[in-house]
């Protein structure tokens, strides 16, 4: 049974459809265009169990679009979906079977991207992969940050669940792309990170002419004194509805600059480094995955257990 089908096989959520008036008005796995999933129009049959998410964002200085980018690093990459809004690429990276999706930014967006993907695959695993600007003392431009959680200040995910839900990473993730950063040789940070919909005065920027109110000089440094480390718009929504529908979600993003510590933009600075992570992790991850076989859950003594069977 698909992921999606045992939510739709739960009771409670079938006496919910129950009370809905217009239930029936409503096609239940979304639209269609030519058979395959309306808004990426993605194969679903060539979905990997990675999925990387990306935004098409100047910022990040790709050169061309991300998801192409991506299929560039992988093996045997082919464009498994294009639509008007969304592009994916499959491929394989060191064993792991990873697709890349391209889009626009926001939590919005990345609602349309994971509904076709939670919905018609089973696709285990959902990384945010981006750009964004710092917030903690310690965060410099061209460094990564891995997403241990987020604050859900964005309203899409409100939508699904009370604000009090914690926007968490999966552990899993967190320990593979730590391992990746490891690897890869990068300054990192692993800590929390901030999502909202306003990428200028919701994050304490000025907007058009320098506008502000007074309660937007006050986020940068909330949020610093907090210990967050940066703000994006899309991890906690990624982290939220994986969380939500049983899939693992995680974040890593490059960092172009830090307004709490003055450190100026710099465009793409840091964020080929992003995306060696990311694979690295997914290919570690694939690995965890074998190495738990039948048991629920990956711990340090697996790996151990699995080094210990190949002397």
């Not at 509904?115 to 410099?140: I, K, P, S």
């Not at 939508?159 to 730590?178: Q, R």
Request: overall charge negative.
């Amino acid at each position: 049974m698909k992921k999606s089908d045992a939510i739709r096989a739960k009771a409670s959520i079938a006496h919910i459809h129950q009370q809905f008036e217009y239930d029936d008005n409503i096609p239940q796995s979304g639209f269609f265009i030519q058979g395959r999933p309306a808004l990426t129009q993605i194969d679903t049959s060539k979905v990997g169990d990675f999925v990387l998410v990306l935004v098409r964002d100047a910022l990040c200085a790709y050169g061309s679009d991300p998801a192409k980018v991506v299929a560039d690093r992988l093996e045997h990459a082919e464009l498994i979906g294009q639509s008007g809004m969304y592009t994916s690429y499959s491929g394989w990276y060191k064993g792991a079977h990873i697709t890349a999706v391209s889009g626009g930014s926001g939590a919005p967006e990345m609602e349309m991207i994971l509904y076709d993907y939670m919905e018609h695959t089973d696709a285990g695993t959902f990384l945010r992969v981006g750009g964004f600007g710092g917030f903690g003392d310690e965060v410099n431009p061209g460094d990564l940050v891995i997403s241990s959680g987020a604050v859900r200040a964005e309203g899409m995910t409100q939508a699904y669940i009370e604000a009090g839900y914690p926007a968490v990473s999966h552990y899993e993730v967190v320990c593979a792309l730590v391992q990746a950063a490891e690897q890869v040789g990068h300054p990192y940070h692993v800590g929390v990170t901030v999502s909202c919909d306003s990428d200028y005065v919701g994050g304490g920027r000025p907007g058009v002419g320098g506008y502000m109110q007074p309660w937007n000089i006050e986020k940068a440094g909330i949020y610093n004194r907090a210990g967050c480390l940066n703000g994006d718009r899309e991890s906690s929504a990624i982290l939220t509805l994986s969380a939500l529908f049983g899939r693992r979600g995680g974040s890593i993003c490059s960092v172009s600059d830090n307004m709490c510590t003055g450190k100026r933009f710099s465009a793409g600075i840091g964020h080929n480094y992003a995306l060696d992570v990311a694979l690295e992790g997914c290919a570690i991850l694939h690995c965890m995955d074998l190495q738990k076989g039948q048991k629920p859950h990956w711990y340090p003594e697996l790996g151990k257990q699995e080094e210990t069977t190949h002397e």
